[in-house]
């Protein structure tokens, strides 16, 4: 009996040596997975890190596309003024000369109504007042004209800056971050 147990205890031994043995390997498997996950986590905050640069980068390149954008925009309007300007001087040149033509206009009307006047000199004050209408109409054409162009300057403007600051509410980022493989084989 005694040689029974003996022989039973060195069997529990060996099983207790081999167990042993097989929790130090599944211990270094386990190291080995904790070294991976270290691995990982730096990787990881080097990835962190670039995108945060990244991140900084972006940010700084739209705030200078904004300041540039509200540069353009400033500028374009300045030069919409400028042009408002010019067509407020041109309107207000018209307008003196209409009412310049208007005495003449008046005068050459009053005399042309007189019977004492002959042909020939209602022929030239005749021909002085229908000038005077072609001059007019003239004037009137060249205002239109640059009404035209200036609308179609404001209208390029407006649609030029809904353009920008429609891309300035779009911002496109382009960023590509890989995962590491955290799988473990226990």
């Known amino acids: 009996m005694l040689h029974n147990q003996n022989k039973e205890t060195k069997t529990s031994n060996t099983n207790l040596n081999i167990y042993n043995q097989e929790v130090k390997f599944s211990n270094t498997k386990i190291d080995d997975h904790k070294n991976k996950l270290k691995v990982s986590n730096y990787k990881l905050d080097v990835l962190e890190n670039v995108f945060a640069n990244s991140t900084g980068e972006l940010n700084a390149q739209i705030k200078n596309l904004k300041a540039s954008k509200l540069k353009e925009i400033t500028t374009s309007n300045i ?108």
């Open 79 to 186: 030069n919409l003024n400028v042009c408002n300007c010019e067509l407020e001087a041109l309107n207000n040149e018209l307008t003196a000369q209409t009412k310049d033509l208007k005495p003449s206009n008046a005068k050459s009307t009053a005399q042309i109504k007189k019977p004492k006047v002959g042909n020939t000199q209602l022929t030239a004050l005749e021909k002085v007042f229908s000038d005077s209408i072609v001059e007019l109409n003239a004037q009137k054409k060249k205002l239109k004209a640059s009404n035209a162009e200036l609308a179609a300057q404001m209208k390029t403007s407006n649609s030029n800056f809904v353009k920008k600051i429609k891309n300035l509410e779009q911002p496109k980022y382009e960023c590509e971050i890989t995962e590491p493989n955290l799988k473990s084989s226990i």
